[in-house]
């Protein structure tokens, strides 16, 4: 395998790459008594600035701002206002530096710097560490702030652990979301590793093959400008087949570089086989890159409602970035898990039959791995032009399909039944007509400890016949 040609077209693996044996190093010296708690942060923190350093160049600084600042918060506010205020500066912080990137691609028609999307990169996922922090301060799973007049000396050792915690680097370019109580297990030594050598060559390995199975989809097949009719359904899947093991073969060098330094978490972000054989779009969209999922749902969904899938994916596109195809893409998605849960929920009271079943299933896997291949070609395309051809293709009548069949349901379910205007209220009782409950069930046989009494009847032993 040669793996040149795969660094150079993901500059991030070559990044990525380049920490990993830093990473074991961590690992390794973890395992010495001498190194301690204070110089793991350090040393944590050294790497963090100086990756980004090497990877963004000048553009790092929006990294480093970002992540002062939150430091800023986490150290300075209670558990009552630490969490509205760090997610108000990084999604205002973020949000302007995603104007400046919309700027440059569609004011200035120039191509954005790669040194660019690596920060706003690295800059989302430091949203996600500082947001996931300041909700642990919240509901108590993490310390907050110590009240008193500390020196500056005593603040900073204080605030080594969270500034470490968000700058770490093997977690700054790339992997699943470590939440602050693991991060400090793996810095104490006790965090979860890659497991044993034959281990680590199986997904490397893996690696190599999803590296070599993206380039063949690449290659396959004509673009979706130049199809015609069913040629466009193909090369739907084969772009689509392409993007999701190029996000496979990723995620598993991310959590690699994290399961060598020690933070490794209880189950890998992408679930190929959840994935590849899900006929439900809701639990697609659970297991796609399942950490962020989660966050998603514990920072937008918790407030449960008619709209809460809406506003976890409209978020989901703020989150992102907002760009045109970003906007499109994630709308589209909730309409279509509501589309989806209404569907299955309709054929589950129709289809009685076992190959009745079976059939439904496979024509579900169908649909919906079309309808989510439309949905991450959206999201990935961004721009206008690029989402021009995609909605003009006879693909767009798979989602168009759901969508109708979601209305039809919608219009068929019957409205909640409401009492009429002239019905008679239903009296409730008084309070002194209400039969009061019986001291003691019937046919039990009960004792009384001493000095205990029943309201209207004698403390002694009852046998009821």
């Known amino acids: ?16 790459g380049a920490a990993f044996p830093f990473a074991l190093l961590f690992r390794y010296l973890c395992n010495k008594d001498s190194f301690s708690i204070r110089a793991r942060y350090l040393f944590l923190l050294a790497g963090g600035v100086a990756l ?6 000048p553009y790092a600084l929006l990294v480093l701002t970002s992540a002062l600042g939150a430091t800023v918060l986490l150290s300075t506010l209670g558990p009552q206002d630490v969490h509205r205020w760090t997610f108000f500066f990084q999604m205002s912080w973020q949000t302007l530096c995603h104007l400046g990137l ?9 191509p954005p710097s790669a040194r660019l999307c690596l920060a706003l990169s690295s800059l989302m996922l430091l949203t996600q560490r ?17 009240p008193g007049r500390a020196g500056w000396r005593e603040r900073a050792w204080e605030a080594l652990p969270r500034v470490s915690y968000l700058l770490f680097f093997p977690g700054l370019l790339g992997g699943p979301l470590c939440s602050f109580r693991r991060f400090q297990a793996g810095v104490a030594g006790r965090g979860r590793g890659l497991g044993a050598p034959g281990r680590l060559a199986g997904r490397l390995l893996g690696l190599a093959g999803l590296r070599a199975a993206a380039g063949l989809a690449r290659r396959a097949g004509p673009g979706l400008r130049r199809c015609e009719r069913a040629g466009c359904v193909r090369a739907l899947w084969a772009r689509a087949a392409r993007l999701r093991l190029t996000y496979y073969a990723q995620w598993l060098l991310d959590e690699c570089v994290l399961g060598a330094a020690g933070f490794a978490g209880p189950a890998p972000d992408a679930d190929v086989r959840a994935l590849e054989s899900a006929h439900r779009i809701a639990a697609f969209a659970r297991a796609w890159n399942r950490s962020t999922a989660r966050w998603l749902r514990r920072l937008a969904f918790r407030r449960r409602g008619r709209l809460a899938a809406l506003r976890t994916f409209a978020f989901s596109a703020w989150w992102h970035g907002l760009h045109p195809g970003q906007v499109f893409g994630f709308l589209c998605w909730a309409v279509m898990v509501e589309a989806d849960r209404a569907i299955h929920a309709s054929a589950r009271g129709l289809l009685r039959a076992r190959p009745l079943r079976l059939l439904h299933r496979a024509l579900a896997w169908a649909l919906a791995q079309l309808i989510l291949a439309y949905v991450l070609l959206a999201v990935e395309g961004r721009s206008l032009a690029a989402l021009g051809p995609l909605c003009g293709s006879c693909n767009s009548l798979f989602p168009a399909l759901y969508g109708a069949l979601l209305l039809l349901l919608r219009l ?45 009847v004698e403390a002694k032993r009852y046998v009821k016949t």
């Not at 980004?52 to 160049?57: E, H, I, K, T």
Request: aromatic share 6%; with cysteine; charged share 20%.
């Open 130 to 146: 500082a947001t996931s922090l300041s909700m642990d301060i919240r509901d108590g799973k993490a310390a907050a702030a110590a």
């Open 412 to 456: 068929a379910s019957p409205p909640p039944r409401e009492p009429p205007d002239d019905a008679p209220a239903r009296a409730r009782p008084l309070l002194s007509q209400r039969r009061a409950p019986d001291p003691l069930p019937k046919g039990s046989l009960c004792r009384l400890p001493r000095g205990a009494a029943v309201p209207g």
């Open 52 to 57: 980004a350093a090497a990877s963004m160049g």
């Open 102 to 110: 919309h700027y440059t691609e569609y004011c200035l028609q120039e």
């Open 1 to 16: 395998m040669d793996w040149l040609p795969l660094f150079i077209v993901y500059p991030v693996s070559l990044y990525q």
